[in-house]
Nanobody, 123 residues
Framework: QVQLVQSGGGLVQAGGSLKLSCVLSGPTFSPYAVGWFRQNPGKDREFVGG???????YYQESVKGRFTISRDNTKNAAYLQMDSLKPEDTALYYCAARAGVYYSLYSSMYNFWGRGTQITVSS
């Protein structure tokens, strides 16, 4: 069974940095694309950014220049580096994977999901 195991996250002051990791375990497959999403209570899951199999990236406007998505295919891992964090970045963050080369902005297009990790940015 394919699983996405997330790690990292926690509490940080505004202006600080955090890095999330997401490791794909179980029967691996390729190619696959990665997406990062976030969600707050009572709100829809929001696309943060995506990374294609060939390392093309896309970021939501509010995180552009502050967040960086990368991957290490030798480890079946993807990462979300978050710098210059703001209180409005506070959310539960999810990684997701979909078979194929390209990421999607839509959560329904992803086959596999991590369990989520809480990021809280204090002002």
């Amino acid at each position: 069974q394919v699983q996405l195991v997330q790690s990292g996250g926690g509490l940080v002051q505004a202006g600080g940095s955090l890095k999330l990791s997401c490791v794909l375990s179980g029967p691996t497959f390729s190619p696959y694309a990665v997406g990062w999403f976030r969600q707050n209570p009572g709100k829809d899951r929001e696309f943060v950014g995506g990374l294609s199999w060939n390392n093309d990236t896309y970021y939501q406007e509010s995180v552009k220049g502050r967040f960086t998505i990368s991957r290490d295919n030798t480890k079946n891992a993807a990462y979300l580096q978050m710098d210059s964090l703001k209180p409005e970045d506070t959310a539960l963050y999810y990684c997701a994977a979909r078979a194929g080369v390209y990421y999607s902005l839509y959560s329904s297009m992803y086959n596999f999901w991590g369990r989520g990790t809480q990021i809280t940015v204090s002002s």
